[in-house]
């Protein structure tokens, strides 16, 4: 019996050390830069800041990611399927070069900027990045209301683009 009492209080402690979702950005991640494709830098709060009153599909991806490749005929269904959002990506691709041939070899619609700050940046601390995809939806109000997506098939996604 102590053993079974263990292991729960061993794999509730585990599940509870999760990170909750976040319904708001930090300043640490509103004050991250990244590249825009003319080479400027930005700000992630400028970002959001240029589509104020609009909802954001984020897709935080890299040209390298194989799961992000196969990932990408489902987010161009979407955005077919939602073109009044926001799609905006962000790339942790390991060179601008590489970011930049990623996008025209995939064909990519939407704003696109590279994380130069990568996975340990402010941005990638905030959003807890354990693995590429990843799809945050912000909505017109500038909440996040998808925080944790990996598949274009999550059921909070789903449940939000309805």
């Not at 800041?49 to 005929?73: H, M, R, Y």
């Not at 590279?114 to 601390?125: I, Q, V």
Request: charge should be neutral; charged fraction near 20%.
């Amino acid at each position: 019996m102590k053993k079974a009492v263990l292991l729960f209080l061993c794999i509730n402690t585990f599940l509870n050390c999760q990170s909750a979702p976040k319904t708001t950005f930090s300043e640490a991640a509103l004050a991250d830069t990244f590249e825009a494709l003319d080479g400027n830098s930005v700000s992630f709060e400028t970002i959001l800041d240029q589509n104020v009153g609009k909802t954001i599909f984020i897709d935080v991806w890299a040209s390298w990611c194989k799961d992000c490749v196969e990932s990408l005929p489902q987010i161009k269904a979407l955005q077919a399927a939602h073109p009044e959002l926001v799609y905006i990506f962000l790339s942790l691709d390991k060179s601008i070069k590489a970011w930049k041939k990623g996008i025209g070899r995939y064909a990519l619609q939407g704003d696109h900027y590279f994380m130069s700050s990568g996975w340990k940046g402010p941005m990638g601390t905030f959003l807890d990045l354990d693995w590429i995809p990843r799809f945050i939806i912000v909505n017109s109000e500038g909440d996040i209301v998808v925080y944790r997506a990996i598949k274009t098939s999550d059921k909070n996604l789903i449940k939000y683009l309805k």
